[in-house]
């Protein structure tokens, strides 16, 4: 976080167990930086385990949490096995900011001819409901940041790897600054290991009032990158996925 991320204020968490890893990690970061952190959980859907969360620095107020989603069944279960989390901020000369916290449904079972139908209409679905609230959320005027695994790489709207991702962008208004910063062999994330391919999953995505203000947008080259991409062997990395980090201008002074 702090060598290849640069210990950025706001940190989005996926797959969080409980809260004593959140608070080791807000303890480790504390003494790398010499700044207090505090952490925001999200709710756990259904009978799952790991949920969302928010790690920010201490001097950022936290104005308001939720889980989305929390009573949405498809076929008798949730919907979204892992819930969105939102969470406000009063971020200073960075104005209020909206934070969502997103784990979209995985891409495994699509090579599956008995469960390709299902799991990419369970995406699809995830994908829609969420971008009905962020239609919502940007038209009301919220300053909003996207974040997380979205499991979805940029391509046609057609191509079940990338339905989700064009579903937030077309029909929930996001924006995407990664190509004003990056060439697109730059922004993978993730190191598949069937065939040792890259693939982008994780994205930062913002509201259009928000895109003019992006100062900055790289991928953190630590877990997947460092031994992996030559031997595809993750075993001695803390992740199979690279944090992306984009920088905000503060709001011009008046």
């Known amino acids: 976080v702090v060598e290849f991320l640069g210990a950025p204020a706001v940190l989005g968490l996926q797959e969080v167990e409980d809260d004593t890893a959140l608070r080791a990690l807000a303890a480790a970061l504390?003494?790398?930086t010499g700044r207090r952190w505090q952490y925001v959980a999200g709710e756990v859907s259904g009978d799952g385990e790991i949920r969302n969360a928010l790690l920010l620095d201490a001097r950022l107020r936290v104005t308001g949490t939720q889980s989305l989603f929390a009573r949405s069944p498809r076929a008798g279960l949730p919907l979204h096995d892992r819930l969105p989390l939102v969470v406000d901020v009063d971020a200073g000369a960075h104005g209020p900011l909206?934070?969502?916290?997103v784990h979209l449904k995985s891409q495994r079972g699509l090579d599956k001819p008995a469960e390709a139908a299902r799991v990419q209409a369970k995406?699809?679905?995830?994908?829609?409901?969420?971008?009905?609230?962020?239609?919502?959320?940007?038209a009301a005027g919220r300053h909003l940041v996207v974040l997380g695994d979205f499991n979805a790489s940029p391509g046609p709207a057609d191509a079940p790897a990338s339905e989700p991702l064009r579903i937030l962008l077309?029909?929930?208004?996001?924006?995407?600054?990664?190509p004003r910063f990056l060439k697109a062999s730059q922004r993978w994330t993730y190191l598949y290991r069937k065939g040792c391919t890259l693939q982008q999953l994780d994205h930062v995505l913002v509201a259009p009032a928000l895109a003019p203000r992006v100062g900055g947008y790289h991928i953190g080259r630590g877990d997947s990158c460092?031994?992996?991409?030559?031997?595809?062997d993750l075993r001695h990395s803390v992740s199979d996925h690279d944090g992306v980090v984009l920088r905000l201008r503060p709001l011009p002074a008046r």
């Open 226 to 232: 460092i031994r992996a991409r030559e031997k595809c």
């Open 98 to 101: 909206r934070f969502v916290v």
């Open 123 to 138: 995406r699809r679905h995830q994908a829609g409901e969420l971008a009905g609230w962020l239609r919502r959320e940007i």
């Open 30 to 32: 504390q003494r790398e």
């Open 170 to 178: 077309d029909q929930g208004g996001l924006a995407d600054p990664a």
